[in-house]
T-cell receptor, first 112, second 115 residues
Framework: SQQGEEDPQALSIQEGENATMNCSYKTSINNLQWYRQNSGRGLVHLILIRSNEREKHSGRLRVTLDTSKKSSSLLITASRAADTASYFCATGIKAAGNKLTFGGGTRVLVKP | EPEVTQTPSHQVTQMGQEVILRCVPISNHLYFYWYRQILGQKVEFLVSFYNNEISEKSEIFDDQFSVERPDGSNFTLKIRSTKLEDSAMYFC?????????????FGSGTQLSVL
């Protein structure tokens, strides 16, 4: 199946440090997205990268996509305590109506 | 930013009862989805809906589940006879045709507890 798997499952860092998390998937995709979820809340879209792109930036976020390795990474630079959340990658296939398949998520704790 | 609204935020029900979870997608969105997340597990796709019909559904979305867009603004998920394993957070999402068109806008979810 087209599942995303993320690592690490959990990450604990100090405020100001960078946080990097990775996502791997199994089948060809049209796009990969990262979402953030605060505890018990909904998912918030962070950034999207399409299969013909290799890197994108949005504020303190940097996402890369390597379609040959079927993997992506999300980097959060200069982390803040408010970045504490779970981060999920999600892969989309146009032929499947752009439904998203989510990975298991990385729980990030940023300590002040 | 416009929001997807879900009600109720929490629903407690007895096994075997019917529940209806309600969602108001963003007004100019055309594609609608239901996902669920069992505590501590992945977010799972249930169903997608476009042009007043189901586009795709997962294996989870069996005959006990149905969706409806009764009045052009609400989008509902009905579970006819709830089971204990239906306990989860249910998320509604919608999608537009603007850029990026693949982005989903999620509601805050309905926490369903089946006792």
């Amino acid at each position: 199946s087209q599942q995303g798997e993320e690592d690490p499952q959990a990450l604990s860092i100090q405020e100001g440090e960078n946080a990097t998390m990775n996502c791997s998937y199994k089948t060809s995709i049209n796009n990969l997205q990262w979402y953030r979820q605060n505890s018990g809340r909904g998912l918030v879209h962070l950034i999207l990268i399409r299969s013909n792109e290799r890197e994108k930036h949005s504020g303190r976020l940097r996402v890369t996509l390597d379609t040959s390795k079927k993997s992506s990474s999300l980097l959060i630079t200069a982390s803040r305590a408010a970045d504490t959340a779970s981060y999920f990658c999600a892969t989309g296939i146009k032929a499947a109506g752009n439904k998203l398949t989510f990975g298991g998520g990385t729980r990030v704790l940023v300590k002040p | 930013e416009p929001e997807v609204t879900q009600t109720p935020s929490h629903q407690v029900t007895q096994m075997g009862q019917e529940v209806i979870l309600r969602c108001v997608p963003i007004s100019n969105h055309l594609y609608f989805y239901w996902y669920r997340q069992i505590l501590g597990q992945k977010v799972e796709f249930l169903v997608s809906f476009y042009n007043n019909e189901i586009s795709e559904k997962s294996e989870i979305f069996d005959d006990q589940f149905s969706v409806e867009r009764p009045d052009g603004s609400n989008f509902t998920l009905k579970i006819r006879s709830t089971k204990l394993e239906d306990s989860a957070m249910y998320f509604c999402a919608s999608r537009w045709t603007g850029e990026p068109f693949e982005k989903l806008f999620f509601g805050s979810g309905t926490q369903l507890s089946v006792l």
